[in-house]
């Protein structure tokens, strides 16, 4: 039997898995955490605002460091970001097959970023079939397809009539929801970030890649708590990230504090596999929020339940130019 690349960095992403979950286990008793790595917005965020060099060279970065963490990541792709001026560029689309061709499994986040609850639910449709364009036959050159979709904004739906002939069209065409338990601001710190950046102020993005590694890990903290609460223990959790220059510069960091912090790598189909995500999502609002939130509403859980979430520093705030979260 031939191996392909492919197959091979699959099988050491594997072993390298199960190495880690014999060492936390063993040393535990208990089984370790888990988390899937999602990151959203491919190929880049910034394309309007960096160097096409730069984006590949921080986009180089960003899935070194996934794979060195052998992090089983997904990336959900925005196809326009794939032109420029009404062209495809091949370097953008090469971005894509990086993805791939390192072991990793890319989405659908529609054509353009569309958000669900101010777009007619036939053209959010259209948005979703004309998001796997480029991406479908991608995939197939490395024995794959796009199984799951992420909704831009968060945004899952007001109206239970919209929500049903969505869950109607992503089922027929073979796709699952993504969803996401640690929602955060990571994109104001990036805005904030590439500000820096772009204004060689070394000292400030420095500070701010030290910001964003504490507050990301409140917010797990936060998270776990709340976990505890709605179910009486840690679930499997889903990260929500975006492909950003501050994600390629913090991203060695923030997966090995997450491995300090037990946590082992996980796709989304192993921690979907755990019953709490069988949960009914009990939101009707106009916000994207995290998953866990949803559940509690189900519940009508009080009020006091959500309170205590980390927060995007105000400073941060400043300097991404950005009024609320």
Known sequence: MLFTGRDIRKLKVFWVTLLFYSVVTSASGAEPRRVAITID???WVEFAISSEASVRVRHRRLVAALERHSSKAIGFVNEDKLYREGKLEPARRQMLADWLSHGFDLGNHTYGHLGLHATPIADYEQAIAQGEAVLRPLMQRYGEHPRWFRHPYLQAGRDDVVRARLESFLAKHDYRIAPVTIDNGDWI?????VNALNS???AQAASLRKSFIGYIQAKFSYYEQQSKRLFGREIPQVLLLHASALNADVMDELLTRLRKRGYAFATLDEVLEDAAYRH?????GGAGISWMHRW??????PRTFYEGEPEVP????ALAGVDSE
Do not use: Q, S
Request: charged fraction near 35%; hydrophobic fraction near 40%.
């Open 41 to 43: 917005d491919l190929p």
């Open 189 to 193: 710190f990036a805005r904030a970030y």
């Open 200 to 202: 060689r102020n070394k």
């Open 280 to 284: 009914i999502d009990g939101y009707r």
């Open 296 to 301: 509690a509403m189900a519940e009508n859980r």
């Open 314 to 317: 105000a400073d941060v705030m």
